[in-house]
């Protein structure tokens, strides 16, 4: 049998399930230092975590209008979303600038915010081209593309769901980088051999793969290069 004839088990796809786990797992993480603590929090930083959850649970949505067949509604719900979608990204812009005039360039900082501002920047270019995947019909990439849309910010989540899940085994931050790293990892190696294995490997999950190899091999050697954190700095202070 030739793999791109193997069928796919349910379960696989299953999508609005899927989506409903990050959603989960991204309020569960975010619960002890965001979520309880909204009243504390500074505007454009509650604006962001709203919205950026809020797309978490767009995507759980539209997923179950695609399974129900009501893809006019999935459609006019998907435009109205990329207002949505504007608002994660300008949201996101600011509260790397507040990171930076607080926190400086040390290091770590630096680290995040170059994982940050290239996550802002493929979440732009995984969503414009799945706005172009749907108008073209092509409905698997579509799915994919959006797919990326939801597993980009799982970097902080992931973070912030080990730091306050095991803190005896990820007692700060870059500890809690790495295990995120990691896991991201394993999970799109996951995705993208799953698809090669029953012979539908799409281009999405491998050219995700490959940010994430390459962010972690490069992330040292940027955060500590002069002219970004310059250029951090300068965009702090834009």
């Known amino acids: ?54 797309w978490m649970l767009l995507t759980v949505v539209q997923a179950l ?68 995947a749907a108008r073209r019909r092509d409905i698997p990439l579509h799915l994919r593309l959006i797919t990326c849309t939801a597993i980009i910010p799982l970097e902080a989540v992931l973070e912030r769901t080990y730091l306050y899940g095991i803190p005896s085994l990820v007692p700060d931050f870059g500890v ?14 996951a995705l993208v051999v799953g698809e090669w294995w029953y012979g539908r490997l799409r281009w999405p999950f491998a050219a995700l793969l490959t940010y994430y190899v390459v962010m972690m091999l490069t992330q040292d050697m940027i955060a500590g290069a002069a002219w970004f954190q310059s250029a951090a700095v300068s965009y702090a202070n834009f």
């Open 1 to 54: 049998m030739k793999a791109a004839n193997k069928k796919l088990p349910r379960w696989t796809q299953l999508w609005w399930v899927w989506f409903a786990i990050i959603f989960a797992i991204t309020f569960l993480s975010f619960w002890p230092s965001f979520f309880s603590a909204i009243v504390n929090v500074e505007v454009h930083i509650i604006i962001h975590g709203v919205s950026a959850t809020a």
């Open 65 to 132: 209008m695609l399974k129900g067949r009501w893809r006019k509604y999935h459609r006019k719900v998907g435009y109205i979303s990329l207002g949505l979608a504007a608002i994660v990204v300008l949201s996101g812009l600011q509260v790397l600038q507040t990171m930076v005039l607080r926190e400086g360039t040390a290091t770590l900082t630096m680290i995040f915010f170059y994982i940050d501002i290239t996550g802002l920047v493929l979440f732009c270019v995984f969503l414009w081209l799945a706005v172009k």
């Open 176 to 189: 809690a980088l790495m295990a995120s790293e990691i896991t991201l990892l394993v999970l799109m190696t």
